[in-house]
């Protein structure tokens, strides 16, 4: 009980500041939108983000996984539970407690299972139907690098890791490490491409 109190606590300290995260969250999906807030005030990006709140499911679950977390951190009892049920009604997002995600990662569209002792660095844009998490028997999920792009329907599975600006393609399945710059596809993923290879 004491160490898994122990073990909560860590992983809650590595979560990102909630209006970092936040306005780094509505950066990126403003550019990839075609709105780029590269020089804009905080203000300005804040007033962004709760647009993108508005008029998209996957931004408004991003943002209650981000309030959850800081919920979580703070010690507060049934409100991130009630963030996480929200998350899931309204875009399909389900990220567990143990996920750390980096500030700036674009979820483009809802659907998306990330579970386990989870990393997602800077960057990263995941899409639709994509599951991050364990195989049977494990508590240690992947560990994602920043830049990185995960096509819809991928499942990356296990103590994996993917490295910085790989591109794991539509549908593969990630059941072993993955180089840095490295183009992955197939079921189990293989690689096809390496940047500078």
Same mark, same amino acid.
């Given at each position: ?8 606590? &860590? ?43 508005? %008029? ?11 309030? *959850?977390?800081?919920? $979580? ?27 750390? +995600? $980096? ?7 809802? &659907? +998306? @299972?990330?579970?386990?002792?989870? %990393?997602?660095?800077?960057? !990263? ?17 992947? !560990? +994602? ?9 991928? *499942?990356?599975?296990?103590?994996? !890791? @993917? /490295?910085?600006?790989? *591109?794991? /393609?539509?549908?593969? @399945? ?6 840095? %710059? ?11 491409? %390496?940047?500078?290879?």
């Amino acid at each position: 009980m004491q160490a898994d109190r122990a073990f909560r606590r &860590q992983i809650r300290a590595r979560h990102p500041h909630l209006r970092r995260a936040l306005l780094a969250d509505a950066r990126i999906h403003s550019a990839h939108r075609g709105r780029r807030l590269d020089s804009a005030s905080g203000p300005r990006v804040a007033l962004e983000a709760l647009r993108l709140m508005w %008029e998209s499911d996957s931004f408004l679950g991003q943002s209650l996984y981000r309030l *959850k977390a800081r919920l $979580q951190a703070l010690g507060v009892p049934i409100l991130p539970r009630i963030c996480h049920r929200l998350a899931m009604v309204s875009a399909q997002i389900q990220i567990g407690d143990p996920v750390v +995600i $980096q500030p700036g990662v674009h979820l483009a569209h809802g &659907q +998306i @299972v990330i579970d386990g002792i989870v %990393e997602v660095g800077s960057g !990263t844009t995941i899409f639709p139907f994509v599951t991050i998490g364990l195989v049977a028997g494990q508590f240690v999920g992947p !560990t +994602i690098g920043p830049q990185v792009s995960i096509g819809s329907g991928a *499942k990356v599975l296990g103590p994996v !890791t @993917v /490295g910085a600006r790989a *591109k794991v /393609g539509a549908n593969a @399945v990630v059941l072993d490490d993955v180089p840095t %710059e490295a183009t992955v596809v197939g079921a189990p993923a293989r690689v096809v491409g %390496e940047r500078g290879g």
